[in-house]
């Protein structure tokens, strides 16, 4: 007689389920209502709970974000200059740059002739150059026109104007590059220091024998002292060696050899405009790479070639 107790149907295994069944019973359970392992009850609750738990997770984020954005001012770094990781050191920075497919690369190598390869080195400049043309500077209502060595009144800045005392440097002309015999133009700019205000050089203050200034530097100096318009930080542009020097050709700067003070200190005023020199290099040797070494020049601007501290440094190539 089989046993007909409830502690041996208790027991009892259960049907043996092939892998298709198994998961359709796991996906649905029509005996024990479970979907996906759980009821409608234990989904709700383990809903609740993570709903819960997210929202104060965010909140406790937003609290510590609010407090911690009341210790900035979004106007002004907390560090500044030494205190800071940039430093109290600017560098320069040169337009146009290679493409981002050779972020490395410094070399500005081109076919005067070659419309496609030239236009690519014009569309840089123009893109860099755009933020000056006011049309397209949000903060127009800021500029000033100031003259030179005079800061802008308070609450403006200091326009800079690339106008046609900057020929050949120009859009209209291509900036130089399509030139059979001259070369191009190559924009320079001051790297922005917050509060950062140069040391300027004069006449008691250019024979220091660690400063390696050329003595032609050091007449322009001097010069500009007599006529009380020393207040610039200086540029300077040369080949890094012999070959270099010998190939680069004669080189104008435009509209002048630096950055006048009006431009400093950067405080990160509305609509504030980087100082420019263009750099036009009216006959350099065709066919030779020439390596350029471009320096800033001010009495609290430390010159490093490793680091690239307060110059640039890039190729040129003209075909």
């Known amino acids: 007689m089989a046993d007909k107790k409830p502690e041996s149907q208790f027991y009892q295994r259960p049907p043996k389920l092939g892998k298709w069944e198994s998961f359709r019973v796991f996906l649905w359970n029509s005996e024990t209502k479970q979907f996906l392992g759980r ?3 234990s989904w709700a609750k383990i809903l609740i709970f993570y709903v819960i738990f997210y929202a104060l997770l965010v909140g406790f984020f937003a609290v510590m974000l609010a407090v911690f ?4 001012d979004m106007k002004k770094p907390k560090w500044q200059q030494d205190s800071s990781l940039i430093g109290s050191n600017p560098g320069l920075g040169f337009r146009p740059m290679p493409s981002d497919k050779n972020v490395e690369s410094t070399l500005i190598w081109y076919k005067h002739s070659d419309k496609g390869n030239v236009q690519y080195w014009q ?3 123009s893109k860099f150059l755009a933020v000056y043309n006011k049309t397209n500077n949000p903060n127009a209502d800021k500029l ?4 030179q060595f005079q800061p802008a009144s308070p609450g403006k800045v200091c326009d800079v104007k ?3 005392m900057w020929h050949p440097c120009l859009k209209e002309v291509g900036y130089n590059f399509e030139s059979p015999e001259g070369g191009p133009c190559i924009f320079l700019k001051l790297n922005r220091i917050f509060n950062w205000v140069p040391e300027y050089f004069n006449s008691s203050t250019i024979e220091d024998e660690n400063l390696k200034m050329k003595d032609e530097l050091k007449r322009e100096i001097i010069e500009a002292e007599q006529k009380n318009q020393h207040h610039i930080v200086w540029v300077t542009c040369e080949g890094e060696n012999v070959a270099d020097i010998e190939h680069i050709g004669p080189i104008r700067f435009i509209p002048q050899k630096g950055f006048p003070s009006q431009y400093f200190p950067y405080q990160n005023q509305d609509g ?4 420019l020199v263009a750099v036009y290099f009216e006959k350099p040797k065709r066919g030779v790479l020439i390596n350029i070494e471009c ?4 009495r609290n601007i430390i010159h490093d070639r490793v680091d690239r501290r307060g110059s ?4 040129l190539m003209i075909d």
């Open 162 to 164: 690339v106008d046609q």
């Open 69 to 72: 954005f009341q210790t900035l």
């Open 295 to 298: 320096k800033a020049w001010a």
């Open 144 to 147: 000033e026109d100031c003259r």
């Open 123 to 125: 569309k840089e400049i």
């Open 312 to 315: 640039v440094h890039f190729e």
């Open 39 to 41: 009821t409608g009850a």
């Open 272 to 275: 504030y405009l980087s100082p």
